[in-house]
């Protein structure tokens, strides 16, 4: 089992940046397919940006393509999601979320491959 704990989450302008971080512990990270999904109030969770278990795969969101980057830092069983050109559109909870036991290159973008999720971090994007 693993545990995941976000953070970066806060208030910026429209145009500023944030980075989130997801902090993993428990098992081995590199076991684990990594993803970002958000949920703005009364909206259903939507898939945000993914990365494989071996790092070496990478997808995101059409809305947020170009501005979004998700990463993983195996040393440091964390991943990241550096997030430019904010909008207020972007305004949402974003949560992390790990699977396990997938093949090394596998990105998973529906919410229900997951296996394990944080509790998640605001950000709110002001226009």
């Known amino acids: 089992q693993v545990q995941l704990v976000e953070s970066g989450g806060g208030l910026v302008q429209a145009g500023g940046s944030l980075r989130l971080s997801c902090a993993a512990s428990?098992?081995?990270?590199?076991?684990?397919?990594m993803g970002w999904f958000r949920q703005a109030p009364g909206q259903e969770r939507e898939f945000v940006a993914a990365i494989s278990r071996n790092g070496g795969s990478t997808y995101s969101a059409d809305s947020v393509k170009g501005r979004f980057t998700i990463s993983g830092d195996n040393a440091k069983n964390t991943v990241y999601l550096q997030m430019n050109s904010l909008k207020p559109e972007d305004t949402a909870i974003y949560y992390c979320?790990?699977?396990?036991?997938?093949?090394?290159?596998?990105?998973?973008?529906?919410?229900?491959?997951?296996?394990?999720w944080g509790q998640g971090t605001q950000v709110t994007v002001s226009s």
């Open positions: 979320a790990a699977a396990q036991s997938r093949p090394p290159g596998v990105v998973l973008i529906t919410s229900s491959a997951y296996d394990y």
């Open positions: 428990g098992r081995t990270f590199s076991t684990y397919a």
